[in-house]
């Protein structure tokens, strides 16, 4: 044991030793967070401060929004900053608490999806139950219940990684502490340890999935039965966004589970952490505003009143 070193830092993958594809790395990283920040900022923004837009279900997505600016603040601004000053490493404590910040986001983010089919379930199939069901309080209670239970597991996750020093390596073939990753470089008890977690974890995902395929496959059946065109694309428009946001996330959450573990840095191995850490946090601002009306409409609204407010300020000043 007295030969054995103990690492407090880790080593992060580097593609490419070329100082300017770093550069353009972090200078590309930069503009999706930029237009990540910038579209769930909006959106949060919008349903805030519109009226039409007080109820149940912008209320799911605005916490959505913000879920999604915390999971790619908590990854992208430090490899941005170590490919613009040229560094690898990121210290232990970072690395714990990236896992840990990361780990919550995601686990409360599927929990408030599982609870926004739910809404649309009752919404569709029984409209008239569901001011009496869904109610502000059982809203909250649901939102409450979702940060409590992602913060239990990724606080049961985070502790058995770490419970114990890393001495096999330091070296993160990915640009961020990733938790396929970490366990690669784990001893063989933390390695045991957490696959016991994340069967346990698998267990109660799999009901989740069973409820959520219910729930959507009872929303279509009643969409396609109502005659009215109107109200049939109102209802698929209130849908749609939500499915396709649950379909990435499951699709990116998937390729980072079950995703082979690399070995050694790779172009193949970079973009695929891309895709699963930035593309849905860019993505689901994009999906929800060009699939959903009422906030379409929401949007001109606010960006009327601001060139209003605009124009005014110009005038005061003339």
């Known amino acids: 044991m ?16 070329s100082r300017e594809l770093q550069v353009l790395q972090g200078v590309l ?27 149940p279900m912008y209320f799911f997505i605005s916490n959505v929004a913000l879920l999604d600016l ?23 404590t970072e690395c714990t608490a990236q896992i840990f910040l990361y780990t919550l986001f995601a686990a409360v983010e599927f929990s408030l999806l599982v609870v926004m089919s739910y809404d649309r379930y009752m919404a569709i199939c029984h409209p008239l139950h569901y001011g009496l069901i869904i109610t502000p ?7 409450a219940g979702s940060w409590a239970s992602g913060l239990v597991y990724s606080a049961i996750h985070t502790g058995c990684m770490f419970r114990l020093p890393f001495t096999k390596t330091n070296v993160i073939q990915q640009y961020f502490c990733d938790i396929p990753q970490i366990l690669r470089i784990s001893s063989s008890d933390i390695q045991f340890s957490e696959y016991v977690v994340l069967i346990i974890s698998i267990c109660i995902v799999s009901g989740c999935f069973k409820f959520l395929f219910v729930s959507y496959v009872s929303i279509f059946s009643t969409v396609l039965k109502i005659h009215s065109v109107e109200a049939r694309n109102k209802a698929i428009s209130t849908c749609t966004p939500q499915l396709a946001i649950l379909l990435l996330f499951l699709i990116s959450a ?17 973009l695929a952490a891309v895709f699963y850490t930035m593309v849905p946090p860019f993505m689901n601002p994009i999906i929800y505003c060009l699939r959903n009306r009422e906030i379409n409409a929401a949007l ?14 110009f005038s005061n000043k003339t």
């Open 2 to 17: 007295d030969n054995l070193t103990v690492f407090t830092e880790f080593l992060l993958m580097d593609v490419t030793g």
């Open 29 to 55: 990283f930069l503009v999706i967070y930029l237009g990540a920040l910038t579209g769930n900022l909006l959106t949060v923004t919008v349903i805030v401060t519109d009226t039409r837009l007080h109820s």
């Open 70 to 92: 915390g999971s790619i603040s908590v990854v992208v601004p430090k490899d941005v900053v170590n490919s613009m000053t040229g560094r690898k490493t990121i210290s232990l």
């Open 137 to 143: 309080s059982l809203c909250s209670q649901a939102t």
């Open 254 to 270: 998937s390729e980072s589970v079950f995703g082979p573990i690399a070995n050694k840095p790779s172009l193949k191995n970079l």
């Open 300 to 313: 001109r609204r606010m960006f009327n009143r601001y060139c209003l407010f605009t124009v005014r300020i």
